[in-house]
C-alpha cells in the first residue's frame, strides 16, 4: 500500500522514471500553493534535472512519467502530441453503458462558470475517449478508458456524458464518496446507528498502465488497482 502522499518508483533509467502516484497528491506544483505535497517535488528530492511530461488529477492513482534530460522530454512530449503514447485508465462507475465498448466523440471546453468544471461544448476542443465494458453489476460497472486525446478531465466528463459517472467524483459524479449502504441492496439500521464509514472517498480513477517507444526499445508499464478501488470491487462482487 502506498501512503497517501508518497511515490512508488516503478521504473528508473538514464532517461526517465515512471512512478505509482498516490491519489489525493498533486502531479506537479500547485500554482497558487507551490508547498502543497506533490510527486514532481518529491521525485525531485532523489532527481536534480527532472523534467514534466504529463500529469493526472490529483484524485486519479497510478502511472506517471517524468523525464530526466531535455531530449527525452522532448521525444515523449512530442509522442504525446502525436498521440503515440497508449494509456490505459480503469474506472468504477455507477450505471452501464449504452454499448460494451466504443468511442466517445464529444468536444470538451471550460465551464462558462468559471467553477474548474469542463463540459462537452459544440465549440470546445476536439476529444475522443475509448472505453470497454470489463465487468458489471446491478448499478455500477468498470470500465477500461484510453484516451486518445488529452483534455482536462476527459475520462470524467466522457463517461458523465454517457450515463456512466465515476463514482465519488466530485464534479460529475453522483456524490463524493461511496459507502456499503450504496451497494448492498437492504441495509437495516438502528435508529441512533450510524452510518458505516466511505469505502472510497474519492474519484475513482486509475492509470493502470502506459506503454511507448524511446528510441529502438519499447516500454510497457502496469499498475494494480490500489486498496480503496479494490474494497469497492469485493464489494460489488459479494453484494452486487
Known sequence: MIPKHSVEIIFENEDFIVINKASGLLSIPDRFDPAKPNAFNMVSQKIQNLWVVHRIDRDTSGLLIFAKN?????????????????????AICQGTPPFEEGLIEAPIAHSASNDGRMVIHPKGKTSETLYKLSKTWKNF???????????????????????????????????????????????????????????????????????????????HFNCPLPKDMRAVVNQLNKWQ
Open 70 to 90: 531535455a531530449e527525452t522530454h522532448k521525444l515523449l512530449n512530442l509522442q504525446f502530441e502525436n498521440q503515440q503514447i497508449h494509456k490505459l485508465y480503469i
Open 141 to 219: 460497472s468498470q470500465l477500461e478508458c484510453k484516451p486518445l486525446t488529452g483534455r482536462t478531465h476527459q475520462i470524467r466528463v466522457h463517461l458523465a456524458y454517457i450515463g456512466c459517472p465515476i463514482v465519488g467524483d466530485p464534479l460529475y459524479g453522483l456524490k463524493p464518496n461511496l459507502k456499503i449502504e450504496d451497494i448492498k441492496k437492504k441495509v437495516y439500521r438502528g435508529k441512533f446507528e450510524e452510518e458505516g464509514p466511505d469505502l472510497i472517498h474519492r474519484t475513482a480513477l486509475h492509470a493502470s498502465a502506459i506503454e511507448f517507444n524511446l528510441g529502438d526499445q519499447k516500454f
